[in-house]
């Protein structure tokens, strides 16, 4: 049991195989969980990034801790669900691309069309 470690940590050896191992299990759909009907539910809900500014540290800290939180109820017997991709900011991402269109093209969400406009989102 003389085994040298690796100077540094590399989580790309293990990742794709927890991750399909997670996958596989099913872990990641409460509803495929060995829970009781009555066990309580706790549900946080993701929105994605907004492009209202760029990503920093305080992003990916607190999908640390939503990731926390629900490891945590699901291992309490709580039918957890971490639900990615609600958009709480689409105004704010609508009036950011709109800015850009019409500095960039002179154009309005208008000019565009419905169709056209939510391909510049």
């Given at each position: 049991m003389n085994k040298e470690l690796?100077?540094?940590?590399?989580?790309?050896q293990y990742e794709d195989g927890i991750y399909?191992?997670?996958e596989k299990s099913?872990?990641?759909n409460p509803d495929n969980?060995?829970?009781p009907e009555n066990a309580p539910s706790y549900?946080?809900?993701l929105?994605?990034?907004?492009?209202?500014?760029?990503?920093?540290?305080g992003h990916s800290s607190m999908l640390a801790i939503e990731d926390l939180l629900i490891r945590y109820h699901r291992m309490k017997g709580y039918r957890a669900l971490w639900l990615p991709g609600?958009?709480?900011?689409?105004?704010a991402t609508q009036n950011v691309v709109e800015k850009k269109l019409l500095s960039g093209e002179g154009k309005t969400r208008h000019d565009l069309g419905r169709e056209?406009?939510?391909e510049k989102i």
């Open positions: 690796p100077k540094a940590y590399d989580p790309s399909k191992k997670w099913g872990f990641f969980l060995d829970l549900t946080i809900v929105p994605p990034p907004n492009i209202t500014d760029k990503l920093h540290l609600t958009d709480h900011a689409a105004i056209k406009f939510l």
